[in-house]
C-alpha cells in the first residue's frame, strides 16, 4: 500500500511537472504571437497616422519622370489618387472650426483672400493646401504640361473646368479676331467632402479650372511638374462666357450649340489679373524628404 501510495504521489509530480513544462512554451508562444501582433498594429497606426509622409513618397515615385506633359501610367494614378482618398483633414492636422481663414470681407464683386499652405515644393513636384472662406475664390486657371490631383478634404464649393476645343478650323479666324478660344465643359457641379480626388490631364479631364467656396473649404493640390516661369509652365488665367453671350462676337461663332449629348461650350478669354493669397504655415506632421 505504501509503494502504491508513493508511485501513485510520484506520477502525479511527473505529470504535474509535464503540465508545467508545456504551460510554460504556451506561455511563450502566445506571449511572443502578442507581441508580434502589438508590433504589427503600431506600424499600421504608424502609417495610419503619417498620412502625409505617405503622400510625399507616393508623389516622389509617380512623378520621377518630373518633365512637362508627361503623364504617368494608370496604375501609378490609381496609386496616388487611393493615398488622396483615404486622406482627411486630422491626418494633415486641419481642422475647419481652427482655421485661420481669411477676415477680409469681399467689397463689391472682390472675394475674401484665400490662404495657401506649401507642405512641399521641388522641380518634379509640388503639394499644397488651399483655404477658402465662404465666397472665396479660385480664378479660372491653367495647368500647361501638367498631372493634377486635387482633393476636397473639407466643405462644399462650386468646381467649373474646361478643356481646349482642338481641330475646329471653322473657329480659328473668329478667335484670332476676338483673342478668346473655345473650351468645352468638363465638369460644372457643387462638390461636397468627404467626396474622392480628382485628376487633370496636360490636354484631358479639365485642365482648366476654378472653385467658389460655398461653406469653408480645405482643398489640397497636387502638380506634377510645378508651375515654372523659366521652364514656360505659366499660370494664367481666363474669364469664361457661355457660347451665346459675347458681344462683338460673329454671327458664325454664335452658331455653337449644345451637343445631342449634353455637351456644353464656353469661350474663354485670357485675363492679366493675378491671383493674391495669403501665406500659411503648415504645422501637420513633418515630410522626411
Known sequence: MNIGRILLTKKSLLTGRTYSHLSKKKMKKKTKKESE?????????SRKKNMVQKLYDTCKEVFVNGKAGYVPPP??????????????PKDIK???????FSSRSGTGDEAPLVTYIKLHECNKFSIGIFCLPPC???????????????KLLAGTMHATSYDWVQNHQQFNHCEQQSGIRLAKVHFDADITAPCDASVLFPESGG????????????LLDVLGPPYSESEGRHCTYYQDFTYDCCSGMTEDVKKVKVEEDGTRYAWLEERNEQFVVLGGTYDGPTIKI
Open 136 to 150: 472665396g475664390v479660385i480664378p479660372l486657371h491653367n495647368h500647361p504640361g501638367m498631372t493634377v490631383f486635387c
Open 37 to 45: 501582433r502589438r508590433k504589427l498594429i503600431r506600424k499600421r497606426l
Open 94 to 100: 486641419l481642422t475647419v472650426p481652427s482655421l485661420e
Open 207 to 218: 485642365n482648366l479650372h476654378c472653385f467658389k467656396a460655398l461653406t469653408h473649404c480645405i
Open 75 to 88: 496604375s501609378d494614378i490609381h496609386r496616388l489618387k487611393s493615398v488622396l482618398d483615404g486622406l482627411e
